[in-house]
């Protein structure tokens, strides 16, 4: 298993069919659980503080 870029946990599978597909960066894989909760947040219906914290964080991430 390879590290999410998004959650930076131990949880990518090494086949790419098996990840999301973040909608955010250019074709980057994200593990499933985050792709779900990223969905959550871009459509502004996630109340979770933690997620809302680790898109922006990602999305600053990637950025550079």
């Known amino acids: 298993m390879k590290i999410c870029p998004r959650?930076?946990?131990k949880c990518l599978e090494e086949e790419d069919v098996l990840n999301a597909?973040?909608?955010?960066g250019?074709?980057?894989s994200i593990?499933?659980?985050c792709g779900q909760e990223q969905g959550k947040v871009g459509m502004d219906?996630?109340?979770d503080q933690v997620?809302?914290?680790?898109e922006e964080?990602?999305?600053e991430s990637?950025?550079?």
Not at 21 to 24: E, M, P
Not at 51 to 54: A, C, D, G
């Open 21 to 24: 597909i973040s909608h955010v």
């Open 57 to 59: 964080r990602f999305k």
């Open 7 to 9: 959650c930076l946990r």
């Open 31 to 33: 593990c499933s659980i």
């Open 26 to 28: 250019k074709k980057i």
């Open 62 to 64: 990637i950025k550079e």
């Open 51 to 54: 997620e809302i914290e680790m």
């Open 45 to 47: 219906i996630s109340s």
